[in-house]
């Protein structure tokens, strides 16, 4: 079946560090690869998406490339603030190509805390 | 723009008493997931509608969970009688297009004692 590992946490940073936050997968089909956020006391966050080989999911200067020869959708930042503090979820959908892909698979999450 | 709207957000109850959550989805999204997470576990899918309909409801953990989806802008979660191991925070997402991400909302924490 559809599974994701990331790496485990919890991730200290100090703040302006550079962060990756590895992700791997494995998947039938087609996968679409999403990284979430969970701040404190709050819901997921989406907070990029890929959906093919080789597309670079961004937003709020995170990154992260659908890589599929190494099954991987790492994420990365190249300078953290405190309020990048979070869990940090990666995830995939996975199905036939055009099929009904609804279906959310986590890995585990990370803690990442970033001081001042 | 509203996001996905879920009350209450803190539920104390005790064992054996009836537990009703509530979802409003973001409007014209045309499904909604109920997940349930916990420290154990992580985030577990419960049950996925589309366009009102359930289509998998694998992820229900037992005959005591149930969830309805009257009409496109609202469900319930709701389980009877709860107990203790219930208590987790229970998430309602829902999506627009397929393919597309999920989006969640705040969460309900429920307590069981």
């Known amino acids: 079946g559809d599974s994701v590992t990331q790496m485990e946490g919890p991730v200290t940073l100090s703040e302006e560090a550079f962060l990756t936050i590895n992700c791997t997968y494995t998947?039938?089909?087609?996968?679409?690869l999403f990284w979430y956020v969970q701040y404190p006391g709050e819901g997921l966050q989406l907070l990029l998406k890929?959906?093919?080989?080789?597309d670079k999911g961004s937003n709020k200067g995170f990154e992260a490339t659908y890589r599929k020869e190494t099954t991987s959708f790492h994420l990365e930042k190249g300078s953290v603030q405190v309020s990048d503090s979070a869990v940090y979820f990666c995830?995939?959908?996975?199905?036939?190509?055009?099929?009904?892909?609804?279906?959310?698979?986590f890995g585990k999450g990370t803690l990442l805390t970033v001081n001042p | 723009d509203a996001g996905v709207i879920q009350s209450p957000r803190h539920e104390v109850t005790e064992m054996g008493q009836e537990v009703t959550l509530r979802c409003k989805p973001i409007?014209?999204?045309?499904?909604l997931f109920w997940y349930r997470q916990t420290m154990m576990r992580g985030l577990e899918l419960l049950i996925y509608?589309?366009?009102?309909?359930?289509?998998?409801d694998s992820g229900m953990p037992e005959d005591r969970f149930s969830a309805k989806m009257p009409n496109a802008s609202f469900s319930t979660l709701k389980i009877q009688p709860s107990e203790p191991r219930d208590s987790a925070v229970y998430f309602c997402?829902?999506?627009?297009?397929?393919?597309?991400?999920?989006?969640f909302g705040p969460g309900t924490r429920l307590t069981v004692l």
């Open positions: 890929a959906t093919k080989a080789d």
């Open positions: 998947a039938t089909g087609y996968p679409s």
């Open positions: 995830a995939l959908t996975s199905g036939a190509r055009g099929g009904s892909n609804y279906k959310l698979t």
């Open positions: 997402a829902s999506r627009g297009l397929a393919g597309g991400g999920q989006f």
């Open positions: 509608f589309n366009n009102n309909v359930p289509i998998d």
């Open positions: 409007s014209g999204h045309n499904s």
